[in-house]
């Protein structure tokens, strides 16, 4: 019905009870940018996928907040049985696709093309190293807009050639796990989204 809003989590439950206990678990390359944001997702998804962490974050300003960022990511790996894919920081990358966004709100146009060009390259990165699946942990955030997320998640899964996960992380306590998580992996957890944009509008 329109205007009914999608229950992602439901979808996830039904490919997670479709897997089952499927071997040799399924490759699934799970986007990152944040490692507080990834603990509850890598210890949900870990169980049912062999996963590789795709830390990803042309976003994250200045760089030094990026390496800070990855550093916490790897605590979260020491913890949880993932394999990581890193990437060069790429700001520019960024800058280039939200040029003429910069005084967009957050959560407007700027943060659409931000998580698509995220989910792009996850999705082109999963297809090119023949990963099964793929999918972000952006929707553990209760600040992002999963049927966003999940729209643009499913069309670079088409144009790449491999299956998107659907999600809504922040269901079933996700987020408040993530927090606990943190607490107990002693991780850094920013108060900011990543952009310079993001960390102005919050001071
Ligand atoms: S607020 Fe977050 S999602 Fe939006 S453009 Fe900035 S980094 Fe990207």
């Known amino acids: 019905m329109k ?6 989590q439901r979808q996830t439950d039904a ?10 678990r399924p490759a699934l390359l799970l986007h990152s940018c944040c490692g507080p944001c990834s603990s509850y997702v890598l210890e949900y998804l870990t169980r049912f996928f062999d996963v590789t962490v795709l830390f990803y974050g042309p976003n994250i300003q200045p760089e030094a907040e ?11 790996l020491r913890h949880i049985p993932a394999k990581l894919m890193e990437c060069e920081y790429d700001g520019d990358a960024f800058a280039r696709a939200v040029s003429g966004l910069e005084d967009e709100p957050e959560g407007g146009a700027r943060c659409t093309v931000c998580f698509a060009l995220r989910l792009e390259e996850t999705a082109r990165r999963a297809a090119a190293g023949g990963f099964d699946w793929y999918c972000t942990t952006l929707t553990v955030s209760p600040h ?5 997320i999940n729209r643009l998640g499913t069309a670079m899964g088409e144009k790449y050639g491999v299956r998107w996960l659907p ?8 987020y408040l796990r993530s927090i606990v998580l943190a607490k107990e992996y002693g991780l850094y957890r920013q108060d900011w989204c990543g952009c310079g944009y993001s960390h102005t509008a919050k001071r």
């Open 3 to 8: 205007g009914e809003k999608i229950n992602y």
């Open 66 to 76: 990026y390496r800070k960022r990855l550093h916490y990511q790897r605590e979260v």
């Open 167 to 174: 999600s809504d992380f922040k269901k079933k306590n996700g």
């Open 15 to 24: 490919v997670l009870s479709a897997l089952d206990q499927a071997l040799p």
């Open 144 to 148: 992002k807009d999963p049927e966003r």
